[in-house]
């Protein structure tokens, strides 16, 4: 989860793209070497600073490195791009330059570095406006989500959709059989995707049907493919006009996701969400027990 504090650190680092580039690497042109460029110290905590403060992320950048030429190509675009944006062509150029020694010293070269952090920070400087708009918006609250009385829930389903354990069984048993035999038309859903049924016998008119993923160490994109979740549902939730939803703790049950990571990528997506659109009012985190409850109460005042 990106913090305000984090980025503050991220920042910190600024003015030292503002001096000539040379400062900050050399190239030793030894062809037996491997890897002729040598970064200065300074740059070098830089890059595991992006690291630390969750800037490099979990996701397919090879996939998407045709998205970040683009940004190359066009560097009035970064002017408008989001977080999220950033992160992917952040993650993309520190990976590729492991692969080809020299790519972040050519973004340092043609002032890319500089003009992501430029872009940060008037995203930071956002934050501080919308913050407390944001807090006002996104509920934490301990109880059972079958009973909430908002224009939709969101179900931590499995891939068949025909219901389980937890909370799918729960909203199963609740909404009565009817939610079932629609679900059987549906097809069921890939990880990470979100598809939506009415809600039936429950006080909500809409479940959205979402399946997190199975956590196998965090190194399988578990962490993208939670967000996708998220980013999904809050999609659906947008063509659906629900403007008042309810999420469990996906993933974090039998699927084993770690609780802590879980929260810091639920609310980091729905804060990201609500910071760009007002097209739902609020999002209400329903937690089953009092560990997850402290734990979103706590990460939500970090926000």
Same mark, same amino acid.
């Given at each position: ?18 001096? &000539? ?5 050399? @190239? /030793?042109?030894?062809? =037996?070497?491997?890897?002729? %460029? ?12 992006? %690291? ?9 950048w ?6 970040? *030429? /683009?940004?190359?190509?066009? &560097?009035?675009?970064?002017? =408008? #791009? ?5 992160q ?17 010293a050519?973004?340092?070269? *043609? ?20 913050? $407390?708009?944001?807090?006002? +918006?996104i509920? @934490? ?13 969101? *179900? !931590?389903? *499995? ?13 199963? +048993? ?10 059987? $038309? ?13 809600g ?6 809409? @479940?959205?049907?979402?399946?997190? &993923? ?5 190194? /399988? ?5 939670l $967000? ?32 802590? /990571? #879980?929260?810091?990528? !639920?609310?980091?997506? @729905? ?10 009012? $609020? ?9 997850? %409850?402290?734990? %979103? ?7």
């Open positions: 989860m990106i913090t305000p504090d984090g980025l503050d650190r991220i920042l910190a680092f600024m003015p030292m793209f503002e001096r &000539p580039p040379s400062s900050l690497y050399e @190239v /030793r042109p030894d062809l =037996s070497m491997m890897d002729p %460029y040598i970064y200065s110290p300074e740059f070098t905590q830089f890059i595991q600073a992006l %690291y630390r403060e969750n800037l490099v992320i979990d996701f397919n090879v996939a998407w490195k045709d998205e970040a *030429n /683009r940004y190359f190509e066009n &560097p009035t675009e970064l002017e =408008s #791009a989001d977080l999220e944006t950033l992917k062509l952040i993650t993309t150029h520190v990976r590729a330059d492991r692969f080809n020694s020299g790519h972040l050519q973004m340092v070269e *043609n002032g890319q570095i500089l003009a992501i952090l430029k872009r940060l920070a008037m995203i930071r400087g956002q934050m501080e406006d919308c913050g $407390a708009d944001i807090k006002q +918006r509920q @934490v609250i301990q109880g059972d989500i079958t009973h909430q009385q908002v224009d939709a829930i969101v *179900n !931590a389903a *499995n891939e068949s959709l025909l219901g389980g354990g937890g909370v799918d069984g729960a909203i199963h +048993r609740a909404a009565g059989p009817e939610l079932l035999a629609e679900c059987r $038309a549906l097809g069921g859903c890939p990880t990470g995707e979100a598809k939506i049924t009415q039936y016998d429950l006080p909500a008119q809409w @479940v959205i049907h979402t399946v997190g &993923p199975i956590w196998q160490g965090g190194h /399988r994109g578990e962490d993208e493919r $967000a996708d979740c998220y980013r999904n549902s809050l999609a659906l939730a947008v063509a659906h006009n629900i403007r008042t939803l309810a999420f469990p703790a996906i993933s974090t049950g039998v699927y084993g996701f770690p609780l802590e /990571r #879980a929260t810091g990528i !639920a609310l980091a997506e @729905v804060k990201a969400f609500l910071s760009r659109s007002d097209a739902v009012e $609020a999002v209400r985190f329903v937690c089953f027990g009092n560990e997850a %409850y402290q734990i %979103y109460h706590a990460m939500l005042s970090t926000l």
